[in-house]
């Protein structure tokens, strides 16, 4: 996961050891073991599109996964190889845009999971499709962004419940994620918001402003056509 996709509601960046050994979607929620959105890894091909400093990549190898992991950072992708290094499994680790999979077969890869990588990516469509090229039919994408509702405001502000951006500047909406997700042949079998607790981590940088608005929307959709 992106370091820059956590400050909307922590008020630090986490580093690995503060995220457990879950596959996690965002800060202060449930992870896989509870949503069980991407099921069991053992021998599949999992693309991770944003991996940041590799958690997730590490654990979905650790699950028997071959993991094939892209970040646009170079920095993130050394610490992501660092990071596999440690923990002794391999990962296959790309530096570039997330969108340029041309490297990848079509119809080749399993799972697709974006914890928040398409933070700041412009063309969201584009790489939505590009990645319904590579994976199987029916096999699922995964993708967790900061909830919108947690946009309009500011964790760190003295007044944090105060609205100080619009809906709008959220990009993409829930809606609109909805309506490109469908209009490239993904079916939509999930949508969650799920609750943030303490019981969750990272526990540190926790902001009290995540008791009132979800901090995380996440939406698996499956590949349908060619």
């Not at 820059?4 to 992870?31: N, Q, R, S």
């Not at 021998?43 to 590490?58: D, F, P, Q």
């Not at 502000?157 to 042949?185: C, D, G, K, Y």
């Not at 940088?205 to 939406?219: C, E, N, S």
Request: proline share 7%; charged share 25%; glycine share 8%.
């Amino acid at each position: 996961m992106p370091a820059t996709g956590w400050k909307p509601f922590t008020l630090h960046d986490p580093d690995a050891a503060e995220l457990g050994d879950d596959i996690v979607f965002g800060a202060a929620i449930p992870g896989e073991t509870e949503l069980r959105l991407i099921g069991d890894l053992e021998g599949r091909r999992v693309l991770e599109l944003g991996c940041g400093a590799g958690h997730n990549a590490v654990r979905m190898a650790q699950r028997g996964a071959r993991v094939i992991a892209v970040d646009p950072s170079a920095d993130q992708i050394a610490r992501a190889r660092d990071a596999a290094e440690a923990a002794g499994v391999k990962i296959e680790l790309h530096t570039g845009e997330l969108a340029d999979l041309a490297f990848l077969r079509a119809e080749g890869i399993d799972v697709a999971l974006s914890a928040y990588g398409f933070v700041g990516v412009d063309d969201v469509a584009r790489l939505i499709r590009q990645v319904h090229r590579v994976l199987r039919q029916e096999a699922p994408l995964v993708i967790s962004l900061p909830h919108p509702a947690l946009r309009l405001i500011h964790p760190a502000a003295a007044q944090p419940l105060h609205i100080r951006r619009s809906w709008f500047e959220a990009s993409p909406t829930v809606a609109e994620l909805f309506t490109m997700l469908s209009r490239n042949n993904y079916r939509v079998d999930v949508m969650a918001e799920p609750a943030a607790s303490l019981a969750y981590p990272p526990k540190s940088g926790w902001a009290d402003v995540l008791r009132y608005v979800p901090p995380t929307m996440i939406m698996r959709a499956r590949k349908q056509g060619l």
